[in-house]
């Protein structure tokens, strides 16, 4: 079956599944990729027509170490481990990731009394490699920095990664292993019953032996429809600036701040696309669809940015966007298994789900077994080569080769990001084809660059026809 977005779903016995995962973003669809390694039925829902498109498309993208992690949380062994799992998972597949290291920098007397702390607390989570930097080591690192900068904590390891990507792979490989994957597909009733829960959704009804709600902000939500209230989703969102691609020469590492009470704080990052990366805020709200940026927001940015790296104002800003985290008012995961009802939920994947995300799949299948499921054996998983969106590594445009072999290659349509028909044409061709504009930016970078899609607009629109846009 495959990839399926519209119509009717199957009936019958092709409805009825060992597992349904609901929730594809970078979470729901990490588990759907470790499950598709047993003789599993499998199907990964989502209620929007992408994968992908929920919080797992708007954050940081940073693949952390977990070195500031609350050390004995569930979420300090998962980020640690998924960092690891990641990193090499990404080397693989071909998701660009970037080892920049971060530098944790000290503004005032009160954060450069932290570094210590924060230096011990990186080796109860496992990690002996941060160093201390005086100021004057520091400026040799980052000479951009801005004045008043007195110290740093050096964590190597901190890295930049592709999100979209990565929920593509999981998504792709999954796929081709044998999962079916619902989109357009929103769960609104659950009708608990054996062998077979009852999934009512937008497209018709699925059976589900064992279910896993991945539903991110909504996890609550998808809880109460199976008669749970244990944690409740406050959206906390975090407003974030891209800088053009002239600033990427002003930084070389992740800045991040010493953290305070409401998180991680205002980093200045460059990303693997080329560009540097403000932000994020954080604001507690209650709307889980509160996407947009305010003034308000991004003009704090501006600010918390121009004490870092003074001159990133005077660059050009390519875009700004939001996510919402999911906080549930506990610093950890809220994963838990529910054996009577055969039920696994993966709440409370705040700010470093994207990293933790392989670790939490593993996680998850140990606790459907412990609801009863047995796997079976395991084989190996279809491989999976993803496109590659990183300035760090050769793109379709600069292959020679590739270009010799397909001219099509070399036919850039989005000059800011440089962008060829080649990539275009092989997103929509690809197991997980694109439904619309967004979801071919987040494939190809294609309309992501400074003009944002005003001079390739039509063209792309005009090939969107042309390859079959959303066809599947
Ligand atoms: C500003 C910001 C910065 C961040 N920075 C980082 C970072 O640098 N590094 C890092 O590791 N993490 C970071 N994170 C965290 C990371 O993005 C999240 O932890 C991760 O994306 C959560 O993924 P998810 O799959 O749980 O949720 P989502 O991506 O939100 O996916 C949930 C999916 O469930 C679907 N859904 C919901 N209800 C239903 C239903 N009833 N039926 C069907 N489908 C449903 C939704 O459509 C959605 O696609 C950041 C987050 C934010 C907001």
């Known amino acids: 079956m495959g990839v399926t977005r519209r119509g009717p779903l199957p009936a019958g ?33 989502d209620a929007a027509d992408d994968v992908g498109d929920g919080t797992s498309k708007a954050n940081t993208a940073i693949l952390h ?57 990186a080796e109860r989570n496992g990690h002996r490699t941060t160093r201390l930097l005086s100021a004057p080591e520091l400026a040799l690192r980052e000479p951009h920095l801005g004045a008043g900068a007195l110290a740093a904590l050096e964590v190597p390891g901190e890295s930049v990664i592709c999100p979209w990507t990565t929920t593509l792979a999981y998504a792709t490989q999954a796929v081709r292993s044998g999962v079916d994957l619902h989109l357009n597909c929103r769960v609104e009733e659950v009708r608990p019953g054996d062998p077979y829960h009852r999934l009512v959704t937008r497209r018709g009804v699925l059976g589900a032996r064992h279910l896993v709600n991945a539903c991110g902000l909504h996890a609550d939500g998808f809880d109460a429809l199976l008669g749970r209230a244990d944690f409740t989703v406050t959206p906390r969102r975090g407003q974030l600036v891209v800088f053009d691609k002239f600033a990427r020469d002003l930084v070389r590492h992740i800045l991040l701040p010493v953290p305070g009470p409401l998180g991680k704080g205002v980093l200045v990052s460059p990303t693997v696309y080329g560009n540097v990366m403000l932000g994020p805020t954080a604001e507690d709200l209650d709307d889980k669809t509160a996407t947009g940026t305010t003034a308000e927001g991004l003009a704090g940015l501006r600010e918390q940015g121009g004490r870092i790296l003074p001159a990133l104002l005077d660059e050009e800003v390519t875009a700004v966007y939001a996510g919402l985290r999911a906080a549930t008012g506990q610093e950890d995961y809220r994963i838990a298994a529910h054996p009577a009802l055969r039920y696994v939920t993966v709440g409370g994947i705040r700010s470093t789900g994207l990293t933790a995300s392989l670790a939490i799949a593993d996680h998850v299948l140990g606790l459907l077994a412990d609801c009863g499921l047995d796997p079976g054996p395991e084989r190996p998983l279809a491989p999976v080569r993803m496109p590659n969106l990183g300035e760090g590594f050769p793109r379709p445009y600069r292959d020679a080769g590739l270009i010799a072999r397909d001219a099509e290659f070399g036919a850039i349509v989005c000059h800011c990001e440089r962008v060829t028909r080649g990539e275009i044409r092989a997103a929509f061709t690809s197991t997980i084809p694109p439904a619309g504009p967004d979801g071919l930016r987040r494939r190809t970078r294609a309309r992501g660059g400074r003009c944002q899609g005003h001079f390739c607009g039509a063209e792309l629109r005009a090939l969107s026809e042309e390859y079959g846009e959303g066809t599947r």
Not at 26 to 31: F, H, K, Q
Request: net charge positive; proline share 6%; hydrophobic share 50%.
């Open 65 to 121: 170490t977990g070195f500031d992690a609350v050390p004995g949380t569930l979420e300090a062994r998962l980020v640690r481990e998924g960092h690891r799992l990641l990193d090499a998972y990404a080397r693989e597949t071909g998701i660009p990731v970037e080892p920049l290291g971060a530098l944790l920098v000290a503004w005032d007397e009160q954060q450069r009394a932290a570094l210590p702390r924060l230096a011990h607390k």
């Open 13 to 45: 016995g092709a409805a009825a599944y060992d597992v349904v995962v609901v929730g594809a973003g970078v979470v729901g669809s990490a588990i759907a990729r470790a499950l598709a390694r047993h003789p599993l039925r499998v199907a990964l829902v």
